[in-house]
């Protein structure tokens, strides 16, 4: 980068949560020059890139595509296999904060005073743990300032003309299509929606397994055991109960209900545990 002292950053995940932060700061902030990116692990969902392209539309501006100079394949070899888990998250950091890194590294270096703007909604619990990483580099968190929380990011892209990414239909997260942050219903889900991206997923936790990883991709099970169908009908059961249970105590007790539930209710995610900012927002 030449010719600025500073540089403005917003990290698009394919998430509703960023792209409404973009909508935002092009509605109110269009003074700031923003540099939009997608750090692209090769493995995510098809709907994921025709959502960009519907946002790059809006925007009128291009979402550079980080893709790292190294595969998800040869991490995974890197580590010997093992399948990355919610304690070794090694996948987030080689795919995802390794190619920003890079991408910053010369300019943060030369003292150059980089931006970075985060799409942490006013209704999140506190991510007291997110903090800017070098000395040069400030976080700015808009949708809290301004006040923004879930029904405010989904009416924001609404009037944009955005919408959400189709894969909200039937999965609660953006990332990659065999992330493990995934309930085992969205599992199931996923070998209805994309069979071969389950196959993908499949082959490589028989590689992990065979070269004696801990982990398989959710927690206790094997996908080839998940994909039984007696196993395929008791977890759509247990979340159909799970579903159920929610929305009768709702009834039974109005005033615990002012919150909408959400899909992440339904699902029994914890926001503040499940997930990052980095692959999911
Ligand atoms: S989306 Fe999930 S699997 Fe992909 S890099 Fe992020 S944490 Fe890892």
């Not at 809006?58 to 991490?75: Q, V």
């Not at 090694?90 to 985060?118: I, M, N």
Request: charged content about 30%.
């Amino acid at each position: 980068m030449t010719g600025t002292q500073e540089r403005h950053i917003l990290g698009i995940s394919g998430g509703r949560d960023s792209a409404a932060l973009a909508v935002h700061m092009r509605q109110t902030r269009p003074d700031v020059p923003l540099e939009y990116f997608f750090t692209d692990t090769g493995k995510e969902l098809a709907e994921v890139y025709s959502f960009l392209d519907r946002l790059e539309g809006f925007l009128g501006r291009p979402i550079a595509r980080i893709n790292p100079d190294r595969d998800f394949d040869f991490w995974l070899s890197e580590y010997n296999h093992f399948l990355p888990s919610p304690r070794t998250r090694w996948c987030t950091r080689q795919l995802k904060l390794r190619p920003l890194e890079h991408w910053l590294e010369p300019d943060l270096a030369a003292g150059v005073k980089v931006h970075s703007y985060v799409a942490i909604r006013a209704d999140e619990p506190s991510r007291d743990g997110y903090q800017s990483t070098h000395a040069n580099m400030s976080v700015h968190f808009p949708l809290r300032e301004a006040g923004i929380d879930r029904a405010g990011v989904i009416d924001l892209l609404d009037s944009a003309g955005v919408g959400e990414p189709e894969y909200y239909q039937w999965r609660t997260r953006s990332g990659c299509t065999f992330c493990f942050f995934q309930q085992k219903i969205e599992w199931v889900r996923l070998k209805r929606e994309h069979p071969e991206a389950y196959e993908d997923a499949k082959s490589y936790e028989k590689t992990a397994l065979e070269h004696g990883s801990p982990f398989t991709w959710s927690q206790g099970e094997s996908l080839e055991d998940m994909e039984e169908p007696e196993r395929v009908a008791q977890i759509e059961r247990d979340f159909e109960e799970r579903r159920a249970r929610l929305l009768a105590r709702r009834r039974v007790n109005p005033l615990a209900g002012e919150r909408t539930l959400t899909n992440d209710d339904f699902y029994g995610i914890d926001e503040a545990s499940a997930g990052c900012v980095v692959c999911h927002k």
